[in-house]
């Protein structure tokens, strides 16, 4: 494990920048692409440590790397101290935003960069790389490098709590202590068991949506009718077809996505036309340049054996209501092979996210009985209401990993974390040490 460097020495870090009441600087690491094969093929890792400024230089101070939820998506970016969760933490750790391989400034994992890997094959098997098993394996390298081999404390969100709980199957000796918000995952849950649990959840907030804005109904629907009279083009070229235009529920589950797609619907229209505003954030919410790898990898981060198949289409044929456009309804967080044929951020990438969808050899990503037998203090809040992952799966999760306290809480959507700002990583703290 070393920083990255051409002559295989070890500088220092990027001198550190300051924001009001925070210290940061900035890691590159090299890690192998294949854990397997250490010796082989090497990418890029980075992460941003922030310390408070009345900690900076404390050496004792311990580490809490916060594990992104996604697949695919970069850690975030602060622009102060009070940003979501992370004054909490800076209060006792810290931090360090782990952007996982693939995404932000780790090597990137894109159709700029698949493109040089060869056919669909070839990148198909480098994507196999990046699911929360690879995603461990780099936090454990790093671990070691930051912290002198201490152990250090873990905050997973959403598919980050997927990646805690493979962390606590495979390396559980690097945790402190582990906090997991909306991100229990069933432990042998197939990607059809999960799309069958969230399909109906996704029904739900569409009729929460319209009992809040009944009038968003006939306005959904004449959208609609618009799109299917019309080629609608969004800025970047790609159609905005009514399936496109359902997906725009992907945010529902979040505390202000029924809001956000309210303010978006009831300005759509201008002089009879879909107005440019209207297009512009819509392709903001639709497009996958942010997080390609969120489209290529979504459903393989639930592959234990059986192939995904394209489990989210597949099992919609089950829910018809999705289909008959009175009241329209809005999908959810459903990855459909029909987005490669229309995102150009995806186009390229569907030979591959074709492989992907039938590959048959996905390892295991918990460990049952080692979760029976765990002695790190781990502490999880599951969201009664979670539209993305499902409470009844986390539920048994929960009871199967010894030692886990719970907070099954219908007070917060699935962002609960970033919306509360302290109060659930404050509980989640207190769970852990056995104050509250």
């Keep these: 494990m070393r920083y990255l460097d051409t002559v295989g020495v070890m500088p220092l870090p990027a001198a550190p920048v300051r924001m009001p009441g925070v210290v940061i600087t900035n890691h590159e690491f090299e890690v192998p692409l294949d854990h397997a094969n250490p010796a082989g093929e090497q990418i890029t890792v980075f992460g941003r440590e922030l310390a408070a400024t009345e900690n900076a230089g404390r050496e004792d101070l311990p580490w809490l790397v916060y594990l992104q939820g996604g697949p695919g998506r970069q850690s975030p970016r602060p622009v102060s101290r009070k940003t979501g969760w992370i004054d909490r933490a800076l209060r006792e750790y810290r931090v360090f935003l782990l952007d996982q391989r693939g995404t932000g400034r780790s090597t990137p994992a894109s159709r ?12 198909a098997t480098y994507l196999t790389h990046f699911r929360a098993d690879s995603i461990v394996a780099d936090a454990e390298l790093i671990r070691r490098r930051l912290t002198g081999g201490r152990p250090w404390s873990v905050l997973g969100q959403s598919f980050g709590g997927f ?42 907030k569409n009729e929460q949506h319209y009992a809040a804005y009944p009038g968003d ?74 997080g390609p790898l969120f489209g290529a990898l979504h459903e393989a981060c639930y592959g234990q054996g059986p192939v995904t198949n394209w489990a989210a289409h597949r099992i919609r044929a089950e829910f018809p209501q999705f289909d008959t456009g009175n009241p329209l309804l809005f999908t959810g967080e459903m990855i459909y092979p029909w987005m490669f044929e229309t995102d150009p951020v995806l186009q390229p990438l569907a030979g591959a996210a074709e492989i992907l969808a039938g590959y048959e050899d996905w390892p295991p990503l918990y460990d049952a009985a080692r979760l029976a037998a765990n002695e790190v203090p781990v502490a999880a809040a599951i969201y009664y209401n979670d539209m993305y992952v499902p409470q ?34 404050g509980r989640l703290i207190g769970m852990a040490r056995g104050s509250i």
């Design 217 to 290: 109904a006939e306005l959904a629907v004449r959208i609609a009718s618009h799109l299917a009279g019309h080629d609608i083009r969004l800025p970047s070229g790609a159609p905005l077809t009514v399936r496109t235009f359902q997906t725009l529920g992907m945010g529902l589950g979040m505390s202000t996505g029924s809001q956000a797609l309210h303010f978006l619907l009831e300005d759509a229209f201008e002089g009879g036309e879909l107005g440019d505003d209207f297009l512009y954030r819509a392709q903001a919410a639709l497009s996958f340049a942010n």
């Design 112 to 123: 700029l960069t698949l493109a040089a890997r060869g056919d669909a094959r070839a990148q």
């Design 392 to 425: 009844e799966f986390s539920v048994r999760t929960a009871t199967a990993i010894k030692g886990l306290r719970s907070w099954v809480t219908s007070e917060y959507e699935h962002n609960g974390l970033s919306a509360s700002s302290d109060a659930v990583l």
């Design 163 to 204: 990646c805690t709980v493979t962390y606590l199957s495979k390396a559980p000796e690097g945790l402190a202590e582990a906090f997991i918000t909306g991100g229990l995952p069933g432990l042998d849950t197939t990607a059809d068991d999960v799309y069958l649990a969230t399909y109906p959840k996704v029904l739900a």
